[in-house]
């Protein structure tokens, strides 16, 4: 009688561990595939950031369909956080073993997350490092790279990363640093914009620091490597 028991409770365990599975599935697959058509009201980043220092605190932004923003714009933000982004299926080894070499060599330990995991964490998770946060960062950048195209995961990025503090997308960042729609940024107005991705808590946009206008530079050498057409490979 207690063998059955057991194998029943074991059983009932292991389906229920199935359903949850299955309901989790599931419910990512919706948390995603809408957002493959739809503009994004909001992300999570900018949530949390409307809620900062216990009071509530509006945030900038305003959706910009990927063809109202200047090819300028898209091509810098790869030169500068990920030039394998067309090839890639969501991470970048090459740049991740890059990453832990030169660190090992004694520099600092620089980020080497693609632009499918920046959207991924922006858009559904949290700040952090824990390893829970990291799982899912890897399962929803999955399904982007599954369920979205390329150009719709750079159109998300382009509209939900943040440029300054409470400022999120290339259209509010746009009116703001230069007022001009995101349509008509230039390419170095564009590679400046780039160029605080790394840190926008930290760099300024509106009065750069030597290092900004070295990272902006050096996007700039980049986009000139890459070429416009760069973006057909999307």
Do not use: C
């Not at 009932?12 to 739809?38: D, H, K, T």
């Not at 050498?221 to 973006?231: A, E, F, N, V």
């Amino acid at each position: 009688m207690s063998r059955k028991r057991h194998k029943f409770g074991l059983h009932w365990l292991l389906s229920q561990v199935a359903n949850l599975a299955i309901a989790f599935f599931l419910l990512s697959i919706l948390l995603v595939l809408p957002w493959r058509w739809l503009p994004l009201p909001t992300s999570s980043f900018m949530l949390q950031s409307m809620f900062q220092n216990g009071r509530i605190q509006p945030y900038s932004y305003r959706w910009q369909p990927y063809p109202e923003i200047s090819p300028d714009m898209a091509l810098a933000a790869i030169a500068a956080e990920d030039q394998r982004f067309p090839s890639h299926h969501g991470f970048d080894i090459d740049a991740l073993k890059q990453a832990i070499e030169e660190s090992q060599a004694g520099g600092d330990l620089r980020g080497a997350s693609t632009i499918s995991q920046q959207v991924a964490k922006n858009l559904y998770l949290w700040s952090g490092r824990s390893l829970g946060r990291k799982i899912l960062e890897a399962w929803f950048t999955v399904l982007l790279e599954l369920l979205w195209s390329k150009q719709r995961i750079l159109e998300v990025y382009l509209n939900i990363a943040q440029f300054g503090d409470r400022l999120f997308g290339v259209e509010a960042a746009g009116q703001q640093f230069f007022a001009k729609s995101a349509s008509q940024l230039s390419r170095e107005e564009a590679a400046l914009l780039a160029a605080v991705l790394p840190g926008p808590e930290i760099y300024q946009v509106d009065q750069p620091s030597p290092i900004v206008l070295r990272h902006q530079d050096w996007i700039l050498q980049q986009m000139q490597q890459l070429g416009i057409d760069y973006l057909s490979r999307l």
